[in-house]
T-cell receptor, first 113, second 114 residues
Framework: GQQLNQSPQSMFIQEGEDVSMNCTSSSIFNTWLWYKQEPGEGPVLLIA?????ELTSNGRLTAQFGITRKDSFLNISASIPSDVGIYFCAGQLLTDSWGKLQFGAGTQVVVTP | EAQVTQNPRYLITVTGKKLTVTCSQN?????MSWYRQDPGLGLRQIYYSMNVEVTDKGDVPEGYKVSRKEKRNFPLILESPSPNQTSLYFC?????????????FGPGTRLTVL
């Protein structure tokens, strides 16, 4: 079953504001992933994290792999209208053949002009 | 263009009427998977396939069947759909194994079972 707690569930923000969301788990993961899903589309990978403490950026997006390996954070700076969508975290336990992905419930982001 | 395609994109059906949702990928990927997405629950894996003729259950396999006769296709079959299978379904594929950082998702199929 689902073991990832993602918060907040939704965010209504004004254009230009920063956005922060996080994911916590009772399990330790070797890989944390952040996806974005736009209406009518499938999830698209934004950032992949592979090491505890790792901080990775992709444009205005920054994600961190928590030191405990049980959490991860995603920040979006200076939001713009096209940031609208659902953001999902996913954790994966690395084994010889890669473990199953576990997804958070998602954070709905709405950006108003 | 590398892609995962699903058909149909939208489907409204009635309880008990068998249906198939097709999934096809053109990237020669070995691993394919089906997920369902429900509000507040994120994506949950239904079935996956590591390669041709190799399939296995995910977290929520009840009421679903799959087959993997060819590498590129991975259809999802609902033999007797019920209203609790109303959901948004995604097919995904990756080169080898369920690598989240390599996984491509299809555009989704929105299914409503009346």
């Amino acid at each position: 079953g689902q073991q990832l707690n993602q918060s907040p569930q939704s965010m209504f923000i004004q254009e230009g504001e920063d956005v922060s969301m996080n994911c916590t788990s009772s399990s330790i993961f070797n890989t944390w992933l952040w996806y974005k899903q736009e209406p009518g589309e499938g999830p698209v990978l934004l950032i992949a994290l592979y090491k505890a403490g790792e901080l990775t950026s992709n444009g205005r997006l920054t994600a961190q792999f928590g030191i405990t390996r049980k959490d991860s954070f995603l920040n979006i700076s200076a939001s713009i209208p096209s940031d609208v969508g659902i953001y999902f975290c996913a954790g994966q336990l690395l084994t010889d053949s890669w473990g199953k992905l576990q997804f958070g419930a998602g954070t709905q982001v709405v950006v108003t002009p | 263009e590398a892609q995962v395609t699903q058909n149909p994109r939208y489907l409204i059906t009635v309880t008990g009427k068998k249906l198939t949702v097709t999934c096809s990928q053109n990237m020669n990927h070995e691993y394919m998977s089906w997920y369902r997405q429900d509000p507040g629950l994120g994506l949950r894996q239904i079935y996956y396939s590591m390669n041709v003729e190799v399939t296995d259950k995910g977290d929520v396999p009840e009421g679903y069947k799959v087959s993997r006769k060819e590498k590129r296709n991975f259809p999802l079959i609902l033999e007797s759909p019920s209203p609790n299978q109303t959901s948004l379904y995604f097919c995904a594929s990756s080169l080898s194994g369920p690598r989240g950082d390599e996984q491509f998702f299809g555009p989704g199929t929105r299914l409503t079972v009346l």
